[in-house]
């Protein structure tokens, strides 16, 4: 679909599958999601810039390759961005964080925000905005405009699983911010579930249910 990356990498789509096989344990769906999250990690900074550095190696010196820029910020849609962020983190530890606090009603399925706390320079940095589940897109968009309210200029989105329509009422309110997820799913159900999907997220990583 256009404005989304499908990480199709057969190590994504083996683990995704485990994951959303219902009869997988809270701590394997925890495990899992760290993995797949390293594995989408390479994917989404894959077009960072590059300089280079003078470096002594023990046998002589080098001009070798460093990032470039500023730090970049990963910003996590709480509660189950947590379960990708922890795994962008061990790849980029250096990386500032974001937490935006959002639910989804589920009578309307609208986003209610009850936390937001960012890095206060997000100009000129990449942030990489995380949540495995993009389903309606509300709670994605909402997270987003409050970023941009905040001068982030340069956004990117990460998640495990997205529904048709939540990719094209995203790409609508956000065209500047390209997807990167392991598969876009059938559709919605009538309560705003991706299907087939792998049920609610955070219940899963956390055992609330
Ligand atoms: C889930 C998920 C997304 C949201 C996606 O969170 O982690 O944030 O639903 O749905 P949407 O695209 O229709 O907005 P949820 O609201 O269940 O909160 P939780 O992470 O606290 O469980
Ligand atoms: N949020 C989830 O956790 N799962 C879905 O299928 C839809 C929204």
């Known amino acids: 679909m256009a404005g989304a990356t499908v990480v199709d990498h057969p190590l994504v789509q083996h683990k995704l599958s485990i994951m959303r096989d219902k009869e997988t344990s809270t701590a394997g ?3 899992l999601l760290r993995e797949i999250s390293h594995l ?22 080098m001009e070798a390759p460093v990032l470039e820029g500023k730090k970049l910020v990963f910003a996590s ?13 061990d790849l980029v530890p250096s990386a500032r964080v974001a937490h935006i606090g959002l639910y989804r ?15 206060a320079d997000l100009d000129n940095r990449l942030v990489i905005v995380v949540d ?14 409050r970023l941009k309210a905040r001068g982030a200029d340069k956004l990117r989105f990460v998640c495990l699983l997205a529904a048709p329509e939540g990719v094209e009422r995203f790409n609508k309110a956000h065209p500047d911010v390209p997807i990167f997820t392991a598969a876009i799913d059938q559709k919605l159900n009538e309560k705003g579930y991706i299907v087939p999907g792998l049920g609610d997220a955070g219940d899963r990583m956390y055992g609330t249910k």
């Open 105 to 119: 009603d589920h009578e309307t399925l609208e986003a209610i925000e009850y936390y937001f706390k960012a890095p």
């Open 40 to 61: 989408l990690c390479y994917e989404v900074t894959r077009e960072l810039e590059l300089t280079t550095r003078q470096i002594e190696t023990p046998l002589t010196t």
């Open 132 to 145: 495995p589940m993009l389903a309606t897109a509300n709670s994605a968009i909402a997270a987003i405009d």
């Open 29 to 31: 769906f925890r495990r």
């Open 77 to 89: 849609i709480l509660r189950a961005g947590n379960g990708l962020l922890e795994g962008m983190l």
